[in-house]
T-cell receptor, first 114, second 117 residues
Framework: AQSVSQHNHHVILSEAASLELGCNYS??????LFWYVQYPGQHLQLLLK??????LVKGIKGFEAEFIKSKFSFNLRKPSVQWSDTAEYFC????????????FGPGTRLSVLP | ETGVTQTPRHLVMGMTNKKSLKCEQH?????MYWYKQSAKKPLELMFV???????ENNSVPSRFSPECPNSSHLFLHLHTLQPEDSALYLC????????????????FGPGTRLTVL
């Protein structure tokens, strides 16, 4: 079965610090990978996705993620965070041949101090 | 209305009540999902409907009963719930590929905050 792990439960950064949130999945086949963000009181919304092609994916609001197949990882990065990036971040995997079964990681809460 | 809407936004019910959660998607998608989001736990996929047919049922107790009358509407009927069922219930939709082997990103509704007393 698929599983997704996220390395950190809660990350606290100051504004302008660089961010990297880890995500690892367990599935050896072809995967579609996603990062979602949930701002306080708001819907889950897509930050970025990887289906194929360039393993470095750029998303909204200056976020990017790199798919490293050999490490089963899809880490999220941002060079300089802002207070408005305070939110919960979820990594998700949909493995082809697992149908509609999207598996989400437990989430990482990011707190950015002004 | 655009995107995915859910009603009610908040629901408090006793263990003997029967209630229903409603989800509507205005995106023309062909797959819809129910998730449970509890504190400190990953999002749990409960049910998936693709082209109005249920294709996933992840060992959800029978006190939760989904219904998908058409591709735009999804219901979750609740009956004799337990306090541990208190959570945020999220609906999502996506567009399934023609081959059915891969799925585009999911669009989420705001959720229904359910409290079972």
């Amino acid at each position: 079965a698929q599983s997704v792990s996220q390395h950190n439960h809660h990350v606290i950064l100051s504004e302008a610090a660089s961010l990297e949130l880890g995500c690892n999945y367990s599935y050896g086949g072809t995967v579609n990978l996603f990062w979602y963000v949930q701002y306080p009181g708001q819907h889950l919304q897509l930050l970025l996705k990887y289906f194929s092609g360039d393993p470095l994916v750029k998303g909204i609001k200056g976020f990017e993620a790199e798919f490293i197949k050999s490490k089963f990882s899809f880490n999220l990065r941002k060079p300089s965070v802002q207070w408005s990036d305070t939110a919960e971040y979820f990594c998700a995997v949909n493995a082809e041949n697992y149908g509609q079964n999207f598996v989400f990681g437990p989430g990482t809460r990011l707190s950015v101090l002004p | 209305e655009t995107g995915v809407t859910q009603t009610p936004r908040h629901l408090v019910m006793g263990m003997t009540n029967k209630k229903s959660l409603k989800c509507e998607q205005h995106l023309g998608h062909n797959a819809m999902y129910w998730y449970k989001q509890s504190a400190k736990k990953p999002l749990e996929l409960m049910f998936v409907y693709s082209l109005e047919e249920r294709v996933e049922n992840n060992s959800v107790p029978s006190r939760f009963s989904p219904e998908c009358p058409n591709s735009s509407h999804l219901f979750l009927h609740l009956h004799t719930l337990q306090p541990e069922d208190s959570a945020l219930y999220l609906c999502a939709s996506s567009q399934e590929s023609v081959s059915g082997s891969s799925y585009n990103e999911q669009f989420f509704g705001p959720g229904t905050r359910l409290t079972v007393l």
